[in-house]
């Protein structure tokens, strides 16, 4: 499993595979002290879907594959914008969170017929495609 932010249903998935049955009740319990502890926090995807991540980790970007759904933590931040920048219109920026969308490296490598770049364009157009 790649380094990222996790849904409710792959923190369940695990918790049941390592655990044995194990309620979802009991899974967002514990999901709820870990975030009041502080010790997790959330990830609100644009599409509007809820991860829960480490706390403390520091700026970083999310990537969401289009195919494959996961949510990857970026290593590197892409968007080169300093606190304190003002952007037109007046807007001191503080801070940003953002997630990317494409085909994360397993994805691409999985799928030799077409070139990357051509099942790019194409999901662009449908976002909510299911492969
Ligand atoms: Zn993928
Ligand atoms: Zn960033």
Redesign the pocket.
């Known amino acids: 499993m790649a380094k990222g932010p996790v849904s409710i249903q792959q923190i369940l998935a695990r918790a049941q595979s390592a655990l044995g049955s194990l309620g979802i009740a009991t899974v967002y319990r514990t999901l709820n002290l870990l975030l009041e502890s502080k010790r997790i926090q959330t990830v609100i995807l644009p599409d509007g879907q809820t991860c829960y991540e480490r706390s403390g980790m520091g ?3 999310h990537f969401q594959c289009r195919r494959c759904k996961n949510v990857y933590d ?1 290593e590197v ?3 080169h914008l300093a606190r304190g920048t003002i952007v037109p219109g007046g807007f001191l920026v503080e801070d ?3 997630t990317l969308y494409g085909i994360c490296p397993a994805c691409s490598e999985a799928k030799p017929k077409k070139t990357a770049a051509r099942l790019t364009a194409k999901r662009a157009r449908a976002p909510h495609a299911h492969p």
């Open positions: 700026h970083h970007d970026l931040c892409p968007l940003h969170e953002m």
